[in-house]
């Protein structure tokens, strides 16, 4: 099961990765995947609720300006092979959705709680176990409170940390973790009665000691490829002159590469050439990352920018978390030095160093790392 925001962004890049998911969640067997905001984002602009192909995507109180249901269905019951009804129910938080979202989905998203009180009673009858996945954060505890809920798995945690599944009332309370990174497994111990006797759980984080299955490496190559065409037609559409404009001059790129600082900053230069920037690209090739533009984004030099890096053949020079990767394009600086460029903000390391990618992320001891030296070690 998945508790949603699968699909991520816009456009074309939203139906890439929808497309991929569709693929893969049926590849893995998925038995449903719930509804997050950015699935209602991705509907305003696909208007198809088949998202993730012959998964079905289940939702309870999310419904269109017409009424309608927006998920294929608002739960559903599963038999195990030992004769178990499972039922699955869904609901997205309210509080986690913005209502300008909601008016641009053509959606309203009614509060869980007035759902959940009539639907889980529904699923109680028809069911031996019922799991929500609730897409809505800390809100998710207060759903232990509805009668009939035996366990709920909670989405939307926003970095929450969490080793093992909690015991709330009479559910099991567990969360998600965020990109992938970790399947959740819970183990539960059925009496005859067909009640919970016991329960264990854990996250197992998918390292390197799994090797990639030989059928989703190819739907992974795919997508990878089609993303470089994205990528590549949406940096010519930058470079392109509008219509009707005369094609201006060949201005300066704007990123000068390394190479170019070292000329005046020698000594800051050796200093980085030791950090973990410097060799951020060649550590994507140790899971043969280099070519997946959701990696080499944060391995590179200016990756969605114009005159930033495009790829290893084209532009070499980019490669690594290079100076201007910090301080920003540097060719007006390099033509006319002046005090005032290159301040780092905070925001410019969380492109990178989120909660996802960086969960122990400290600005402070980060900078400790990568300050440059007067003089490089040796």
């Known amino acids: 099961?998945?508790?949603?925001?699968?699909?991520?962004?816009?456009?074309?890049?939203?139906?890439?990765?929808?497309?991929?998911?569709?693929?893969?969640?049926?590849?893995?067997?998925?038995?449903?995947?719930?509804?997050?905001?950015?699935?209602?984002?991705?509907?305003?602009?696909?208007?198809?609720?088949?998202?993730?192909g012959d998964v079905p995507l289940i939702c309870a109180n999310v419904t269109t300006d017409s009424k309608k249901l927006f998920a294929s269905k608002p739960y559903i019951v599963r038999q195990t092979s030992s004769g178990l009804k499972v039922g699955i129910i869904a609901v997205l938080g309210n509080q986690v959705v913005y209502p300008a979202i909601q008016q641009q989905a053509g959606m309203t998203v009614t509060p869980p709680e007035e759902m959940l009180a009539k639907q889980v009673a529904k699923v109680r009858k028809k069911a031996d176990?019922?799991?929500?996945?609730?897409?809505?954060?800390?809100?998710?505890?207060k759903f232990a409170d509805i009668p009939g809920i035996d366990i709920i798995l909670s989405g939307h945690s926003g970095g929450a940390s969490m080793e093992a599944p909690e015991k709330i009332g009479d559910a099991l309370y567990m969360i998600t973790k965020s990109s992938g990174k970790y399947i959740g497994k819970l183990v539960l111990d059925i009496g005859a009665d067909k009640k919970i006797t016991g329960f264990a759980g854990e996250y197992v984080p998918l390292g390197k000691s799994y090797q990639d299955d030989p059928e989703m490496a190819t739907l992974v190559t795919d997508q990878d490829k089609a993303l470089e065409v994205y990528y590549a037609a949406m940096r010519a559409q930058v470079s392109r002159p509008s219509p009707g404009q005369p094609n201006a001059p060949h201005a300066p790129q704007p990123f000068v590469s390394a190479n170019k600082c070292r000329e005046c900053h020698a000594s800051e230069h050796a200093s980085w050439s030791n950090t973990g920037h410097a060799r951020a690209f060649e550590a994507l090739r140790k899971d043969n990352r280099q070519t997946d533009p959701d990696c080499v984004s944060c391995h590179?030099?200016?990756?969605?920018?114009?005159?930033?890096?495009?790829?290893?053949?084209?532009?070499?020079?980019?490669k690594g978390v290079q100076c201007e990767a910090c301080h920003g394009p540097g060719v007006i600086h390099s033509r006319k030095p002046a005090k005032g460029y290159g301040l780092v903000l905070e925001s410019a390391c969380l492109q990178c160093h989120d909660r996802a990618n960086s969960p122990t992320f400290d600005r402070k001891m980060y900078m400790a790392k990568i300050a440059h030296k007067k003089e490089a070690s040796q």
Request: hydrophobic share 40%; glycine share 10%; aromatic share 10%.
């Open 300 to 318: 590179t030099t200016g990756f969605k920018a114009k005159g930033g890096f495009t790829s290893e053949i084209v532009t070499p020079l980019l």
């Open 1 to 52: 099961m998945d508790i949603g925001d699968i699909v991520q962004g816009a456009d074309q890049y939203a139906k890439i990765k929808a497309d991929f998911y569709s693929k893969a969640l049926s590849l893995m067997k998925y038995d449903a995947v719930g509804v997050g905001e950015t699935e209602l984002r991705y509907f305003s602009e696909s208007h198809t609720d088949k998202l993730y």
């Open 129 to 141: 176990l019922v799991i929500l996945l609730s897409h809505a954060g800390e809100q998710s505890r």
